[in-house]
């Protein structure tokens, strides 16, 4: 299911780091050619799901469950986030009661997943969002687009292994994905691919910057595909996102924040994004 993505980063050399996990950082080039993108957008998602600590229990919680679904958008023109993003929490049935390690790394709330409602709930409204902004979740009109992930577990596990998802009900959108990790290993000339977004974020040289809502490409623009400055996802898709504040601690939230950083380094530097992967496990 891994593609290929078709750009080059000409002159970036690469070269190692001798500090501990030997992270690779990349030089960015300092003269491109902007690319025509086959995408207009991207749209970068990170799901959370319901976990426990292998370490301590000597067990892995199964099946896991999503708890939460973040999503954002970007311009592949500019590497800009262009809309607030959309975010809801998911309430699990199988294990409804949150472990404490589930909480500690996720920074979820056992209280804002009880409030919460189904995945499919989530899933349908994140699809009225993606409308809202002029995408189609089917794929069959508009301009294109494609979710945007760190790697393949979001959209090729969590979502075919959780019990509480109908896959058979979720658009042609969510079957289709760019891997974030092919495409950086692709693009920068790496053997290998990034182990985690962390990764990629050091290769970057991007740890001195934290996102925080104001730089680093985290930041987002009022705008959509038919060029409205001025149109914003309606009210009510935003009261239903339970939108967290800038300095919520929602792992997911973050890390689409973090991703959304290495995708505008990618686009600054010239990279082709192209759909790398796609759903193997048929719908139930």
């Known amino acids: 299911a891994d593609g290929t993505c078709h750009g080059t980063s000409d002159g970036a050399d690469i070269v190692a780091n001798s500090i501990k996990d030997a992270v690779t950082l990349v030089q960015r080039p300092l003269q491109v050619e902007k690319p025509v993108q086959s995408l207009k957008y991207l749209c970068v998602l990170d799901l959370e799901t319901t976990c426990e600590d292998y370490s301590r229990s000597g067990r892995h919680l199964s099946p ?32 409804p009661v949150l472990t404490e390690f589930c909480k500690d790394l996720t920074g979820i709330s056992q209280e804002e997943v009880d409030a919460s409602g189904s995945a499919m709930d989530a899933f349908a409204a994140n699809a009225e969002w993606l409308r809202s902004l002029g995408l189609d979740p089917e794929l069959r009109q508009g301009p294109p687009w494609a979710f945007v992930t760190v790697g393949d577990f979001d959209l090729r596990r969590c979502v075919f292994e959780d019990p509480n998802v109908e896959t058979e009900k979720l658009p042609a959108g969510y ?8 495409t950086f290993m692709q693009f920068y000339g790496l053997r290998k691919r990034p182990r985690h977004l962390r990764e990629m974020v050091s290769a970057l040289a ?10 680093g490409g985290s930041t987002w623009h009022h705008g959509n595909s038919s060029g409205n400055t001025s149109q914003t996802p309606p009210p009510a898709i935003l009261a239903s996102s339970s939108l967290p504040s800038e300095s919520s601690k929602c792992a997911g939230l973050i890390d689409t924040r973090e991703l959304a950083r290495v995708i505008k380094c990618l686009v600054e530097d010239g990279c082709v994004f192209e759909i790398t992967s796609r759903s193997l496990t048929q719908p139930r």
């Open 64 to 95: 896991q469950e999503i708890i939460e679904l973040p999503t954002l958008i970007i311009d592949t023109t500019t590497g800009e986030i262009i809309a607030e993003p959309f975010h809801m929490f998911v309430k699990p049935t199988l294990h």
């Open 175 to 182: 079957r289709q994905w760019v891997n974030t990790k092919q």
């Open 206 to 215: 991007l740890d001195g910057n934290k996102s925080n809502g104001s730089e």
